[in-house]
């Protein structure tokens, strides 16, 4: 299953995702059109700052939704085909009970400040065989669309490299004697090689 991750490390807080977003909603779906239409076209994430780390900010699409369990009238519904969570804003009625219970604080007020608005998982884009627009447009990879899986893998492989890099230098403390974990590695790349 695809789909959007980010790698907060990354994030320069460019905004490019949020440009993409509202542009790829907007009626014309080009940029300099969609500065000028009325009302104008909200992005469906946010990039959120804090000290050090910047975080686009987006809809999980959650297995069991808050949002979609919380909507009194049902303008709530999951694409199955998708798997995204989507709003049909004609059937919002503004309680914002939605806002209320996203733990992203993912969902917005639409300009009217009378609806809400999410990211769709730019459903159409993916219809068509493109990506999410705030993937396809991030400059510094810091938003892709990928498998999960794959996401997973990598960073397994990462936290068991600095696992390994920490059990070497704590051995170098030690004054050269090997931990029994440091022990236990080496056995098996002992083993490894045959």
């Not at 919002?92 to 219970?101: A, D, Y």
Request: glycine share 6%; proline share 7%.
């Amino acid at each position: 299953m695809r789909r959007v991750v980010y790698d907060s490390l990354k994030c320069t807080a460019c905004r490019t995702c949020e440009i993409q977003c509202s542009v790829s909603h907007s009626r014309s779906g080009e940029l300099l059109a969609a500065l000028f239409e009325s009302p104008p076209p909200l992005p469906r994430l946010a990039v959120a700052w804090t000290p050090g780390v910047n975080v686009p900010v987006k809809c999980a699409h959650c297995e069991t939704a808050p949002c979609l369990l919380g909507c009194p009238v049902g303008a709530i519904r999951r694409d199955r085909p998708t798997d995204a969570v989507l709003v049909d804003d004609t059937r919002c009625i503004g309680c914002f009970s939605c806002v209320l219970v996203c733990p992203y604080g993912a969902i917005r007020l639409s300009f009217d400040r009378k609806r809400v608005h999410k990211c769709d998982g730019c459903v159409d884009r993916l219809a068509e065989g493109r990506e999410p627009a705030c993937s396809a447009s991030c400059p510094t990879g810091a938003l892709a669309f990928r498998e999960v899986e794959d996401v997973a893998r990598e960073k397994t492989a990462a936290t068991a490299a600095r696992e390994a890099a920490a059990l070497r230098r704590g051995s170098e403390l030690e004054g050269g004697v090997p931990s029994p974990m440091e022990t236990i590695l080496r056995m098996r790349e002992e083993m490894t090689r045959g």
